[in-house]
């Protein structure tokens, strides 16, 4: 299966372009953003997990990357509420298990390097907020790996950041507000996959924006 497989060519999708469909578990869905190959290739997803359900017991083998979004999601290693991030690295397996209230989850699979072997999750609604590059914006970093970072980005209203160009290109889930740029208007719950060399000149308006935000992952390759 290939779902927006080309990665030299921007995607964007937004609330009203989701179309869930089921997983092979029952209770569990899945909204597809890109995805190369079977069930244990490289994929990026919303998964939305019905109250009281379970999931099969599964390793990693390409890492998995995750925020809740939404409820509680839980395995046998931890109770992960929502706004936590977790890093699964290569080798690892869990179990996962919802309670009452179900769960959404943002999940990046099977795009970890070999050699970054960083297990952790960060409760962002705990974590210190740093200044930005400009006035109005803060920044919580995630993880860094060689040329890959990954943050939270917060944006006051009326924020505008300064033009610029995504070596490895750029991707970003909006978890609040609405998101600007030249090209478009990003509501929450818009994806957004920028390529290698891709640039833009972001702002918001009067409701702000937080954004998750990964770059320096995508091939430079032509």
């Given amino acids: 299966m290939r779902v927006n497989a080309d990665f030299n060519t921007p995607v964007v999708i937004r609330p009203e372009d989701y179309e869930w469909v089921p997983s092979p578990m029952p209770g569990v869905e899945r909204m597809m953003l890109d995805r190369m190959g079977a069930e244990s290739g490289h994929a990026t997803s919303l998964v939305r997990f019905s109250p009281n359900s379970e999931f099969s017991p599964h390793d990693h083998p390409g890492g998995e990357e995750f925020l809740v979004l939404e409820g509680v999601f ?29 769960a959404t989850i943002f999940v990046k699979l099977c795009q970890f390097e070999e ?76 994806w957004i996959r920028s390529p290698h060399l891709s640039k833009h000149h972001p702002y918001t308006k009067e409701d702000g924006a937080l954004i998750y935000v990964k770059t320096g992952h995508l091939p430079v390759e032509a």
Avoid: C
């Fill in 74 to 102: 839980s395995d046998e290693h931890e109770d992960y509420t929502a706004g936590t991030y977790v890093r699964n690295p290569i080798g690892t397996a869990h179990t996962p298990r919802i309670g009452d209230e179900g």
């Fill in 115 to 190: 050699k970054d072997q960083n297990h952790f999750h960060i409760n962002t609604n705990e974590q210190q907020w740093l200044p930005g590059l400009v006035p109005g914006l803060s920044v919580m970093p995630l993880h860094e790996y060689e040329g890959e970072h990954v943050a939270l980005v917060k944006w006051a209203p009326n924020t505008v950041f300064n033009p610029h160009r995504h070596w490895g290109g750029e991707e970003i889930l909006v978890l609040e507000g609405t998101f600007y740029d030249e090209h478009g208007v990003y509501p929450k719950g818009t």
